[in-house]
C-alpha cells in the first residue's frame, strides 16, 4: 500500500513563474490536506479537501494560491506568479473518512521542495 | 489562539532515555501527535494520543498526556543514532466543522544523539 505520493519532490521556479504540485493520497484516503513548512518553522496548514469541494481553506493565502481535487486524479496545489516568499516545503497529508468526516491518523507525503529564484 | 510550544534543541548520550516536550493551548485538543522528520524528508507519524488517556506506550516510544497543564511529552527510550532527527508536536482541535485536518504543530525539537 503506497504512502501518500507528492510531485515533483524538487522544483525550480523563477519569479513570475507558476508553480504546480500533485498529490495522491494513500488508498482508501478521501481526505487530503495541503501545509507549507518555512525554513526552520514547523507546518502551517493550509487547505483541507475532499474530492471536488473544498473545505476549509483558511490557511490558504487569498491571492495566487488554489487548490483543487478533482474527482479523478491527484490534488493539484497552484502557485501563480511566484514570488520568493513561496519558497519552502509543501507537504500533502491525506486520512481515512471516519468519526466526523476524518479519521485520527492524518499521513504525510514527502513533501515538494519549490525553490523560487 | 492555538499554539504549541516545543523546546528547539535537545542532545542525548546513544542509550539514554530522551524526553521531549511540548505544551498547547487548545483546551479543546481531541488528539495530540508526534511527528518524526529527518532532514530533507517528509514527516514520520509515530504516534497520537486521544484526550482522554494518559499514557500510550508503542516499544521505545511511551507519550504522556497532562491535560490539566496541557502538556505532552514524548519519552524514547534506549535511545540511538538513528532517532537523530526533528520531533513535531501537533494538535487537532474538536471543530468538527471545517478544521478536522486541520493540525497545528510546534516549531519543532532538534533531537541529536552523541555516539
Known amino acids: 500500500n503506497a504512502g501518500v505520493m507528492q510531485n515533483p519532490r524538487h522544483l525550480v521556479r523563477r519569479r513570475g513563474q507558476e508553480a504546480r504540485l500533485r498529490c495522491s493520497p494513500m488508498?482508501?484516503?478521501?481526505?487530503v490536506y495541503w501545509y507549507r513548512q518555512l525554513p526552520e518553522e514547523g507546518l502551517k496548514f493550509m487547505v483541507y479537501?475532499?474530492?471536488?469541494?473544498?473545505?476549509?481553506e483558511s490557511g490558504m493565502p487569498k491571492e495566487r494560491f488554489s487548490a483543487e481535487f478533482p474527482k479523478e486524479g491527484p490534488s493539484i496545489l497552484r502557485i501563480q506568479q511566484v514570488v520568493r516568499g513561496d519558497s519552502a516545503a509543501y507537504f500533502c497529508?491525506?486520512?481515512?473518512?471516519?468519526?466526523?468526516?476524518?479519521?485520527?491518523?492524518?499521513?504525510f507525503g514527502e513533501g515538494s521542495w519549490l525553490t523560487v529564484v | 489562539g492555538e499554539d504549541v510550544e516545543q523546546s528547539l534543541f535537545l542532545s542525548v548520550r546513544e542509550g539514554d532515555s530522551s524526553v521531549i516536550n511540548c505544551t498547547y493551548t487548545?483546551?479543546?485538543?481531541?488528539?495530540l501527535y508526534w511527528y518524526k522528520q529527518e532532514p530533507g524528508a517528509g514527516l514520520q507519524l509515530l504516534t497520537y494520543?486521544?484526550?482522554?488517556?494518559d499514557m500510550k506506550q508503542d516499544q521505545r516510544l511511551t507519550v504522556l498526556l497532562n491535560k490539566k497543564d496541557k502538556h505532552l511529552s514524548l519519552r524514547i527510550a534506549d535511545t540511538q543514532t538513528g532517532d537523530s532527527a526533528i520531533y513535531f508536536c501537533?494538535?487537532?482541535?474538536?471543530?468538527?466543522?471545517?478544521?478536522?485536518?486541520?493540525?497545528?504543530f510546534g516549531k519543532g525539537t532538534k533531537l541529536s544523539v552523541k555516539p
Open positions: 497529508a491525506s486520512s481515512p473518512p471516519g468519526q466526523g468526516g476524518s479519521g485520527n491518523t492524518i499521513y
Open positions: 479537501l475532499q474530492k471536488e469541494n473544498i473545505i476549509d
Open positions: 487548545d483546551s479543546s485538543s481531541t488528539y
Open positions: 501537533a494538535e487537532r482541535g474538536a471543530n468538527y466543522g471545517g478544521s478536522q485536518g486541520n493540525l497545528i
Open positions: 494520543i486521544f484526550s482522554n488517556m
Open positions: 488508498k482508501g484516503h478521501s481526505h
